[in-house]
């Protein structure tokens, strides 16, 4: 069975930029949540999305939004991208809404220049 | 306000003994917790959970144990192996409650298993 996706793999854009990362989920999840990793912060929930709803999220700025399709993919996007924005950017999905064992894709890179 | 840590930054052990690393939370409303393990340009593995009704949890190697009076939990690794070397994470959740899927994180411990 195909574990969880997301791509691209690595990203590079300028500030000011928009970009969007987009998740599959293991076949069957229906839940997917999302995690910026920095060396700073840790790894940092962003929010979580279950039957294309979004059930939870993290505290970050508005400028981070998601949306789930109907096939249980997500995407992720990141308007007016900052420096500080530049992180691992993971995915993980859950059978169900809070599922207790969640599994991670390999993430995004993003790096803001 | 860190709800989740681990104040090992790092821990070196010899191939063969037992590795020990801890977890201590701040959040009484966390009932199930989970360890991952994580290589650098990766997500993180699932290795182990154990939910707040338990004080013990063995798959294999690993082995979690939960002590709720002292909001503590450690992973034991026996026996430590080369490719054990890695960072690892302790993870925890409210399951029941309305923060549904969200995991909180520790900040991991970079575990170095030595041949």
């Known amino acids: 069975k195909a574990g969880v996706t997301q791509t691209p793999r690595y990203l590079i854009k300028t500030r000011g930029q928009q970009v969007t990362l987009s998740c599959s989920p293991i076949?069957?999840?229906?839940?997917v949540s999302w995690y910026q990793q920095t060396p700073g912060q840790g790894l940092q929930f962003l929010f979580e999305y279950f039957s294309e709803t979004q059930r939870n999220k993290g505290n970050f700025p508005g400028r981070f939004s998601g949306r789930q399709f109907s096939n249980s993919r997500s995407e992720m996007n990141v308007s007016t991208l900052e420096l500080g924005d530049s992180a691992l950017y993971l995915c993980?999905?859950?059978?169900?809404?809070?599922?207790?064992?969640?599994?991670f894709g390999q993430g995004t890179r993003l790096t803001v220049v | 306000d860190q709800q989740v840590k681990q104040n090992s930054p790092s821990l070196s052990v010899q191939e063969g003994r037992i590795s020990i690393l801890n977890c201590d939370y701040t959040?009484?409303?966390?009932?199930?917790f989970l360890w991952y393990k994580k290589y650098p340009a990766e997500g993180p593995t699932f290795l182990i959970s154990?939910?707040?009704?338990?004080d013990k949890n063995e798959d294999g190697r690993f082995t979690v144990f939960l002590n709720k009076s002292a909001k503590h939990l450690s992973l034991h690794i026996v026996p430590s192996q080369p490719g054990d070397s890695a960072v690892y994470f302790c993870?925890?959740?409210?399951?029941?409650?309305?923060?549904?899927?969200?995991?909180?994180f520790g900040q991991g411990t970079i575990l170095t298993v030595h041949p």
């Open positions: 154990i939910s707040s009704i338990k």
């Open positions: 993870a925890a959740k409210n399951a029941g409650g309305t923060s549904y899927g969200k995991l909180t």
């Open positions: 993980a999905s859950s059978f169900r809404q809070g599922g207790t064992e969640a599994f």
């Open positions: 959040n009484s409303m966390f009932d199930y």
């Open positions: 076949s069957g999840h229906r839940s």
